[in-house]
C-alpha cells in the first residue's frame, strides 16, 4: 500500500488503485485486458504485448474524463457506488491541460447547474475538446447562455441532448495516435 497522490481518493469514483504501488497498479491493469481478452476468446499468449503497451507515468496521463454536474452545480465525479457528485478542484490522473480545466468549469457551473448532467473531456496535441450533454431538452435561450459562458473559457465545445448536437464551436474531432511498437502508426 502507498498514500495515494490524489486528495479526493476514496470519495471519488474516478480511480480505484492509487492505494496500490505503481508497479502493483500496472500488475492488476494488464491482468484486467488479459482477463477480458480471454472472456473475448483470445488466447494468453498475447501477455507479453499487453505488458509491451501498459505503462508509463502514474499521474498525467488520461486523456479523457467524465465529470458531472449535478443539480446544485458541484462538478466532479460521482462517489463510489453513488449517483452523488463528489466536487473536485483538480484531478491528478488526467492531464495537465484537463485537471486544470476543472476549475474553469467551475467559473460556468451556475449555467450548468439543472442543465448539463455530464461533461466529457478529451485532450490531444492540440488542446480540449468538452462535450456538455445535457439532461433534458433545452430551449434556445438555455442553449445560447451555456454557449456564451463556455465561449469565453474553451475553444472547443458542443453541447449535445441525446444524439441531437444543439451547438458547437471549435473542433469536434480528438486525434490520438496509435501506438505499434515503440513507433507511432
Not at 508509463?56 to 465525479?77: E, M
Request: aromatic share 8%.
Amino acid at each position: 500500500r502507498v498514500k495515494p497522490d490524489c486528495s479526493f481518493f476514496g470519495l471519488c469514483g474516478g480511480c480505484e488503485l492509487q492505494h496500490m504501488s505503481y508497479t502493483e497498479q500496472l500488475n492488476v491493469k494488464r491482468e484486467m485486458i488479459i482477463s477480458a481478452m480471454i472472456a473475448g476468446g483470445l488466447s494468453r499468449s498475447l501477455d507479453e504485448k499487453v505488458r509491451a503497451v501498459i505503462g508509463g507515468s502514474p499521474y498525467s496521463y488520461r486523456q479523457r474524463v467524465l465529470l458531472h454536474c449535478d443539480d446544485s452545480g458541484h462538478i466532479g465525479f460521482y462517489q463510489t457506488q453513488s449517483r452523488s457528485v463528489v466536487e473536485i478542484t483538480n484531478c491528478s490522473i488526467a492531464t495537465a491541460a484537463i485537471s486544470d480545466s476543472i476549475n474553469r468549469l467551475r467559473e460556468i457551473a451556475s449555467v450548468l447547474k439543472g442543465r448539463i448532467s455530464t461533461i466529457d473531456i478529451e485532450n490531444d496535441e492540440k488542446g480540449l475538446i468538452f462535450v456538455f450533454i445535457a439532461k433534458q431538452p433545452l430551449d434556445w435561450s438555455e442553449i445560447k447562455e451555456i454557449t456564451e459562458g463556455a465561449k469565453s473559457r474553451f475553444e472547443s465545445f458542443t453541447i449535445k441532448f441525446g444524439t441531437d448536437e444543439l451547438a458547437s464551436v471549435g473542433r469536434k474531432t480528438i486525434s490520438l495516435p496509435i501506438l505499434h511498437g515503440s513507433q507511432t502508426v
